[in-house]
């Protein structure tokens, strides 16, 4: 008998796999860390090098990840990969994080810099504005997540397609029409000894905005044909982000001196995107685009108060979490409970940090160690008897090798570094505070 409280219901095609990985993959990192690391290094051609680095990346997750996800199709995405290949103690402490650093925390960085950006014209902006329309945007985005299937597929895709459509208007129109200098991409070249800190922090950050490449494994149980469909979402997902972000950052490049960027103060590096439209097209028009770059973030928290309930809804169905995460709405047939329990603790989240700069530096970190951890899942998995592989990765184990060599070079650094050790200890505490949890919750042995 079918279990009526069980989410894994086939209800989300392709273009709603392929569009929440593009939504969860476009947020606030590829409008604020190109700022920084041109800022640091004033190295154009290391700055796009960075970003392809960071698109291997990705697809190399992105196709690990679909083996994953091909061979469980379970709702729960990062949860349900680690519990397999690790055991319950070991998805307890991935979904615990990932629940807190992969959803709870991303959503209050991209919903805080999505009111920054809608209120920046405001005179004499009051400082409780932003985190309260960051509240309010949070909760109203998880409440329409609440009402159906075919409202969050319907939310998701119109904010996705918007936010595709914005960037690519401003990057393809400001390298055709905007007023640049081709002479900037001849900036820079081989990092000089003193660039490379500066680029192996800003690899940290580039990881965080491609971060979401998974998205689609978290709905593999709504997924339909999910041996076939996955893998297309996951990778065709990240591939057309990966294409988007090369192009934006051609176009910071063509519209931002590099040689005046060391000028620049923090509040304007963060920024990137709108200084880089008011070089190309006139203050005037920067206004309008930084009020569209506040809409085009609405992808972003969507995204993640879609995909990020289903960790919670997984974990509580193996006794990992309270029960209530684990029920669906009688109604709607969706985890209500979890979404607006991610809604509260990113609201939370917003109130209690100092600055968005602490915010993007707590979650990247830990964020990033989840991803290798979900990843190296693939090695216990692959020699599991009797676990069928509809897709496997290709060139395999090279793939799932160099993301998890790049990310514990990144995190190793994160924490070597002085000026993000504390953030990143922070966030790998987060991550290690899950260890005797689960010892207490004993999550239920398959």
């Not at 950052?249 to 103060?265: F, I, K, W």
Request: hydrophobic content about 50%.
């Amino acid at each position: 008998m079918t279990d009526p409280q069980a989410l894994d219901r086939r209800r989300f095609g392709y273009w709603a796999g392929h569009l929440v990985v593009m939504g969860s993959m476009i947020g606030a990192g590829i409008l604020t860390t190109s700022g920084y690391t041109l800022r640091a290094t004033g190295n154009p051609q290391a700055l796009l090098a960075l970003w392809l680095v960071g698109g291997v990346l990705a697809i190399c997750g992105a196709l690990t990840v679909a083996e994953l996800a091909t061979a469980l199709p379970r709702s729960g995405g990062n949860y349900v990969f680690v519990r397999a290949g690790f055991g319950p103690g070991a998805g307890f402490v991935s979904g615990w994080a990932t629940f807190v650093l992969g959803f709870a925390a991303p959503t209050a960085v991209i919903a805080h810099l999505a009111v920054s950006y809608l209120t920046a014209g405001l005179p004499d902006r009051p400082g409780w504005v932003v985190p309260a329309g960051a509240t309010a945007l949070i909760l109203g985005v998880g409440a329409v997540h609440t009402l159906g299937a075919r409202h969050s597929a319907w939310l998701q895709t119109a904010a996705t397609v918007t936010t595709a459509a914005v960037l690519v208007a401003l990057s393809a129109g400001g390298l055709l029409l905007g007023t640049g200098d081709w002479n900037h991409f001849r900036a820079g070249g081989w990092p000089t000894a003193g660039q490379w800190p500066a680029l192996a922090a800003g690899l940290i950050y580039v990881g965080y905005a491609y971060a979401g490449w998974d998205a689609a494994g978290y709905l593999a149980g709504e997924i339909k044909d999910p041996a076939r469909t996955l893998p297309r979402c996951l990778v065709g997902g990240a591939g057309t982000v990966v294409a988007l972000y090369l192009l934006v950052n051609a176009a910071y490049v063509y519209a931002l001196d590099p040689a005046g960027m060391a000028d620049r103060d923090d509040e304007a590096v963060k920024k990137v995107a709108e200084l880089a439209a008011a070089a190309l097209f006139g203050p005037a028009v920067a206004g309008a685009v930084a009020l569209a770059l506040g809409l085009t973030l609405l992808a972003s928290v969507s995204a993640y108060l879609l995909t990020g309930p289903r960790v919670a809804y997984a974990m509580a169905r193996d006794g990992a979490f309270p029960g209530f995460a684990g029920r669906l709405h009688p109604a709607t047939g969706t985890p209500a409970a979890a979404t607006l329990t991610q809604a509260a603790l990113a609201s939370g989240m917003v109130w209690a940090a100092d600055s968005f700069e602490q915010l993007l530096g707590y979650a990247a970190v830990g964020l990033a160690a989840l991803s290798g951890l979900t990843v190296a899942s693939v090695f216990p998995l692959r020699r599991r008897a009797g676990l069928a592989h509809p897709y496997r990765v290709p060139l395999y184990p090279l793939p799932p090798l160099l993301f998890l060599l790049l990310t514990g070079w990144t995190v190793g650094f994160a924490v070597y570094d002085e000026g993000q050790r504390e953030a990143a200890l922070l966030s790998l505490l987060t991550l290690l505070a899950g260890v005797p949890l689960a010892r207490l919750v004993r999550p239920r042995s398959d």
